[in-house]
């Protein structure tokens, strides 16, 4: 019955919101600044890199399913024999951070972000297999499971400062991977993919297939494991725990709203089984509505985020109250993904670059005037801007 399916989706949003929670609060609740600073200048690109296969591997393993297993099976094996390598390149770019680390810390991390990405990402593999069969339960299981793991790693190995993080993740994915591989079904997809003839290795294929469907989620990678990740190169960690905590206090902003990207990409896509398009008005009411609750996050946390950080991370230090200025973009950084749902089903791949690329400018600009935090509000604003003029100018979809 279709209501059963609105129920596991709401499931699934209530564990990764769980997960999501406990990693981006109770990590740095456990660790301090110092220590929860540096495992995230370290790792940042490790998560950039992790963020932009999982977008691929999950968007294509639910669109192909049973019915492309040959190009499924090329997919996963490019992303798993990829893994420990795109390790060593997130450790590459890694340089800064990792030398100001004693030689112990250093080759934990050295050795650690590569054994992490070869158990992630076949874990996102299985993750995309769950969402591909609608194993809601499996999924709602895997990350509540996280939600405990992860936490109560890094709280029982937080005698080893930074590195507690790392070794948090590395048992949070194999318990991940554990869990998900326990579900019959999702086993037994996993072998028809595997039994199957894998495509032919293609050069052109990342251009032609991987690429187009990270484009709608370019501006959220940017404008937050980008940032993060540029934050790592360009801020003390110190520092760089104050501005995470902030961006994450506005990503949990954009996570809470009742709509998410992809559903409103179906919903405004083209009509199927006799449903009626979706008007101008109705997107435009959509996105109004989605802009006033924006707002009001932005309100809570211009008042009360200064001092949930401060208990997050165990200071009031009136340094990190330059960040609070990202807090007043909640309502532009909630609008992207309704945003990019909206050009996507429009088929204006076109204006959703030049979006991106307008971000990306502004970004810069404002981030070379100001600092990071004025880059995330100016490159919020410039896709906002770029997209919702898309939206506005057109009397008819």
Same mark, same amino acid.
């Given at each position: 019955?279709?209501?059963?399916?609105?129920?596991?989706?709401?499931?699934?949003?209530?564990?990764?919101?769980?997960?999501?929670?406990?990693?981006?609060?109770?990590?740095?609740?456990?660790?301090?600044?110092?220590?929860?600073?540096?495992?995230?200048?370290?790792?940042?690109?490790?998560? @950039?890199?992790?963020?932009?296969?999982?977008?691929?591997?999950?968007?294509?393993?639910?669109?192909?399913?049973?019915?492309?297993?040959?190009?499924?099976?090329?997919?996963?094996?490019?992303?798993?024999?990829?893994?420990?390598?795109?390790?060593?390149?997130?450790?590459?770019?890694?340089?800064?951070?990792?030398?100001?680390?004693?030689?112990?810390?250093?080759?934990?991390?050295?050795?650690?972000?590569?054994?992490?990405?070869?158990?992630?990402?076949?874990?996102?593999?299985?993750?995309?297999?769950?969402?591909?069969?609608?194993?809601?339960?499996?999924?709602?299981?895997?990350?509540? @499971?996280?939600?405990?793991?992860?936490?109560?790693?890094?709280?029982?190995?937080?005698?080893?400062?930074?590195?507690?993080?790392?070794?948090?993740?590395?048992?949070?994915?194999?318990?991940?991977?554990?869990?998900?591989?326990?579900?019959?079904?999702?086993?037994?997809?996993? *072998?028809?993919?595997?039994?199957?003839?894998?495509?032919?290795?293609?050069?052109? *294929?990342?251009?032609?297939?991987?690429?187009?469907?990270?484009?709608?989620?370019?501006?959220?990678?940017?404008?937050?494991?980008?940032?993060?990740?540029?934050?790592?190169?360009?801020?003390?960690?110190?520092?760089?725990?104050?501005?995470?905590?902030?961006?994450?206090?506005?990503?949990?902003?954009?996570?809470?709203?009742?709509?998410?990207?992809?559903?409103?990409?179906?919903?405004?896509?083209?009509?199927?089984?006799?449903?009626?398009?979706?008007?101008?008005?109705?997107?435009?009411?959509?996105?109004?509505?989605?802009?006033?609750?924006?707002?009001?996050?932005?309100?809570?946390?211009?008042?009360?985020?200064?001092?949930?950080?401060?208990?997050? @991370?165990?200071?009031?230090?009136?340094? @990190?109250?330059?960040?609070?200025?990202?807090?007043?973009?909640?309502?532009?950084?909630?609008?992207?993904?309704?945003?990019?749902?909206?050009?996507?089903?429009?088929?204006?791949?076109?204006?959703?670059?030049?979006?991106?690329?307008?971000?990306?400018?502004?970004?810069?600009?404002?981030?070379? #005037?100001?600092?990071?935090?004025?880059?995330?509000?100016?490159?919020? #604003?410039?896709?906002?801007?770029? #997209?919702?003029?898309?939206?506005?100018?057109?009397?008819?979809?």
């Amino acid at each position: 019955m279709r209501w059963r399916s609105y129920i596991g989706g709401a499931a699934v949003q209530g564990s990764i919101t769980a997960a999501l929670a406990t990693q981006a609060l109770l990590a740095p609740r456990i660790l301090g600044a110092v220590d929860y600073g540096t495992a995230v200048a370290v790792l940042a690109m490790a998560f @950039l890199v992790e963020v932009c296969v999982e977008t691929v591997v999950l968007a294509l393993t639910i669109r192909w399913g049973m019915s492309r297993e040959p190009e499924l099976r090329r997919l996963w094996t490019d992303a798993v024999t990829a893994a420990p390598f795109l390790g060593l390149l997130a450790v590459a770019f890694s340089l800064s951070p990792l030398w100001s680390l004693s030689p112990g810390e250093r080759w934990t991390f050295v050795a650690g972000v590569p054994l992490l990405l070869t158990i992630w990402i076949p874990a996102t593999v299985l993750i995309g297999t769950a969402y591909a069969l609608h194993r809601h339960v499996a999924i709602a299981r895997c990350y509540l @499971l996280g939600a405990i793991v992860l936490p109560g790693t890094i709280f029982l190995l937080r005698a080893h400062g930074s590195r507690s993080f790392l070794f948090g993740l590395l048992v949070d994915k194999v318990v991940a991977f554990a869990s998900l591989a326990a579900d019959r079904p999702v086993r037994d997809f996993c *072998r028809g993919v595997a039994a199957s003839a894998a495509a032919r290795l293609e050069a052109g *294929r990342v251009w032609r297939e991987y690429l187009p469907v990270l484009t709608p989620r370019l501006t959220l990678l940017l404008l937050s494991p980008g940032l993060v990740a540029a934050g790592a190169m360009l801020l003390p960690p110190y520092q760089l725990a104050g501005f995470k905590v902030s961006l994450s206090f506005v990503t949990a902003a954009g996570s809470v709203l009742p709509v998410s990207q992809y559903m409103l990409q179906a919903q405004w896509g083209k009509p199927a089984n006799g449903r009626e398009p979706a008007t101008s008005s109705e997107i435009r009411f959509v996105l109004l509505g989605v802009l006033v609750v924006g707002i009001a996050f932005a309100a809570g946390l211009l008042l009360w985020g200064d001092a949930l950080r401060a208990f997050v @991370l165990h200071t009031a230090d009136p340094v @990190l109250r330059r960040f609070d200025v990202v807090f007043s973009a909640v309502p532009l950084f909630v609008l992207v993904g309704p945003l990019s749902a909206y050009l996507t089903a429009l088929g204006d791949a076109r204006r959703m670059v030049l979006g991106f690329a307008a971000s990306v400018a502004a970004l810069v600009v404002s981030t070379a #005037a100001g600092g990071l935090e004025w880059g995330f509000v100016g490159g919020n #604003a410039a896709f906002v801007f770029f #997209a919702a003029s898309g939206v506005f100018s057109s009397a008819q979809r």
